[in-house]
Each structure stands twice: as C-alpha cells, then as structure tokens.
C-alpha cells in the first residue's frame, strides 16, 4: 500500500538557519505529493504540493521538489523565522484517493 | 467563509460513555474523511465518505461509527469510550480527488478528546 517516511525525531535550529526536512514515500502509479503544517493548537494547512515528477512546489519561502527516481519530496526553507515552528506532515494522495501521512515532524526555531 | 468546523473542541469521558464528534463543511465537497493523532503516529484514517449515503473504514475503524446523511455533514460516534480513544480528532474534506488533480484536503481545528 502507499505509504510516507519522514526523517525521525524533532528538528531544533537558531533562527536564519537552513532547514530540511526529508521525506520519502511508497506508492503504486503516480501520486500526488504535499506537505501540511500544523500550528500549535490548529488543525493541519496546506503549504505546498507537486503533482508530477519534476514538479517543485513553493510557498511562504519553502521548497520542495517531487524526485521520481529517488521516491522523495524533501522539504527546504533557506532561512527559518521562529514563526515557522510548527509541526510538518508530508503526505500523498495515491490511486486509492487517500491520504497517506508520514508522521511528523516538530520544528523550533530559537531566536 | 467557515471551511470546516468541528465541534466541541474538548471533551472528557469516561470509560463506557458515548458521544458523538460533530463535523460539518460549507464548501460542497464530495469527500470527507476522519483521522486521529496520536504523539509519534501522525495521522491515522478511521472512516471516510465520498458522498451523501457512502462511507467506509480506513487504518483504525475499530470503536467508531459514522453516516453521512447530508453533504455537509459527517458525524463520529465513540459508541463505549475507551482509554486507548485519548487523541486529537481531526475531521477533513475536498472535492473528490483523483491521483493527478493534486486535491487539496481542509481539515477542522481538531477536538481534544479524553477518556478517564
């Protein structure tokens, strides 16, 4: 069945640090990919997707580029604010038409 | 423009207790869906409809019910509380997606459940 692999554990970095975030999936044909965010306290918001191989997706300064040969959609932002701590899912949405989520992955940003 | 509301945002019960998650969406989309998350599981799907009449069980059905009577709304039942239903609920919707579309899912703000 489909499913997504994110990179264990929380991620801590100062503020204007590099973050990534990889994430790799399992899917039969040829999914649909994204990655939600889920502020403290709220339900998850989409913050990016890709559709087809070679495809990058991008919003709010972050990046993520759909790799067919290598089954991955890391998640990149140049330069964090402490505003971007949150916990960040990626997910797919494969023939079946459901959503698969990896687990998550809590980012904190300190100034 | 509500989006996806889902009501009460709390909730304790006790073990053996019924209640019911209310979820209801404004946006007329064919699909809704029902997850919980748990620390370190992400988000688990425990029935989904894809219209008026049609529902189905997904990864964690097992405790839950739901109908889907009207288009806007998609209630879950908890029919005898347990401790192990302590999780956040998530209820979901979108258009009917297909693999390509890249369909977006909007999700409620959650409700916190409890069960002591």
């Known amino acids: 069945g489909n499913s997504v692999t994110q990179m264990e554990g929380p991620v801590t970095l100062s503020e204007e640090a590099f973050l990534t975030i990889n994430c790799t999936y399992t899917?039969?044909?040829?999914?649909?990919l994204f990655w939600y965010v889920q502020y403290p306290g709220e339900g998850l918001q989409l913050l990016l997707k890709?559709?087809?191989?070679?495809d990058k997706g991008s919003n709010k300064g972050f990046e993520a580029t759909y790799r067919k040969e290598t089954t991955s959609f890391h998640l990149e932002k140049g330069s964090v604010q402490v505003s971007d701590s949150a916990v960040y899912f990626c997910?797919?949405?494969?023939?079946?038409?459901?959503?698969?989520f990896g687990k998550g992955n809590q980012v904190v940003v300190i100034p | 423009n509500a989006g996806v509301t889902q009501t009460p945002k709390f909730q304790v019960l006790k073990t053996g207790q019924s209640m019911t998650l209310q979820c209801a969406q404004d946006?007329?989309?064919?699909?809704m869906s029902w997850y919980r998350q748990d620390p370190g599981m992400g988000l688990r799907l425990i029935h989904y409809?894809?219209?008026?009449?049609?529902?189905d069980q997904g990864e964690v059905p097992n405790g839950y019910n739901v109908s889907r009577s009207t288009t806007e709304d998609f209630p879950l039942r908890l029919l005898s509380a347990a401790p192990s239903q302590t999780s956040v609920y998530f209820c979901?919707?979108?258009?009917?997606?297909?693999?390509?579309?890249?369909?977006?899912?909007?999700f409620g703000q959650g409700t916190r459940l409890t069960v002591v």
């Open positions: 890709a559709t087809k191989a070679d």
């Open positions: 409809s894809v219209g008026a009449g049609i529902t």
């Open positions: 946006m007329n989309h064919e699909y």
């Open positions: 899917a039969t044909g040829y999914p649909s």
């Open positions: 979901a919707s979108s258009y009917a997606p297909g693999p390509r579309a890249g369909t977006e899912a909007f």
């Open positions: 997910a797919l949405r494969g023939g079946n038409n459901r959503l698969a």
